[in-house]
C-alpha cells in the first residue's frame, strides 16, 4: 500500500453512527479499560470491549491516549500508539480506517500537535476534517540525510 501524499483523503465522518462492513471505529482509549465520554462511550456500540486498552476489538481499533480517566499519556506516548496503528492499518488494507479527533478532547493537545502523527498515514486511514487542514499546511517531509563518512571496506 502506497503512503498518500497529494492525493486527497475524504475525511472522518464528524458523527459516525453506523460502520460499512470493512469501516473500523478508532477511538482514544485509556490504559484502565474504562471507557471516558463521548468516542469512547460510542465505542461500545460498535462492539468495543470493556478492558481492552489497545488495538483491535469489535468494529474498532482503541488507540491510548490516556493513562486512567484523567490523566492524559504524554505526545509522545500517544504518537508512539499513533505509529503502531499505522502499521496495524497497513497490514489490513482491505479496511477503512475511521479515526476520531484522538487527543483532543478531554486530554488537552490540539489537532496541530496531534495531526503530525499521522503524516504518513495511508489511503485506507481516514481522518477528522481539522486533521487534514493541518496535514496539507505542513511542507512536504524532507529525505533523511546522513552526515557520517562511509567507510571504505578492506
Avoid at 81 to 107: N, R, S
Avoid at 120 to 139: D, E, G, Y
Wanted: charged share 20%; hydrophobic share 35%; with cysteine.
Amino acid at each position: 500500500m502506497k503512503i498518500q501524499m497529494k492525493v486527497e483523503i475524504p475525511p472522518s465522518p464528524v458523527k459516525i453512527e453506523s460502520l460499512a462492513v470493512n469501516q473500523v471505529y478508532v477511538f482514544g482509549s485509556n490504559f484502565s479499560g474504562i471507557p471516558g465520554k463521548s468516542a469512547a462511550s460510542t465505542a461500545k456500540k460498535f462492539g468495543a470491549k470493556r478492558k481492552t486498552t489497545s488495538g483491535p476489538t469489535g468494529k474498532c481499533y482503541a488507540l491510548p491516549t490516556k493513562f486512567g480517566p484523567s490523566e492524559s499519556l504524554p505526545l509522545y506516548g500517544i504518537g508512539f500508539h499513533i505509529w503502531k496503528f499505522l502499521q496495524y492499518a497497513i497490514a489490513h488494507p482491505g479496511k477503512e480506517f475511521l479515526v476520531t479527533a484522538v487527543g483532543c478532547g478531554d486530554e488537552g493537545y490540539s489537532p496541530e500537535e496531534i495531526a503530525v502523527f499521522f503524516r504518513t498515514r495511508t489511503s485506507n486511514v481516514r481522518l477528522p476534517a481539522s486533521f487534514n487542514r493541518i496535514l496539507k499546511s505542513l511542507p512536504p517531509e524532507q529525505p533523511k540525510v546522513s552526515w557520517k563518512k562511509k567507510s571504505k571496506n578492506k
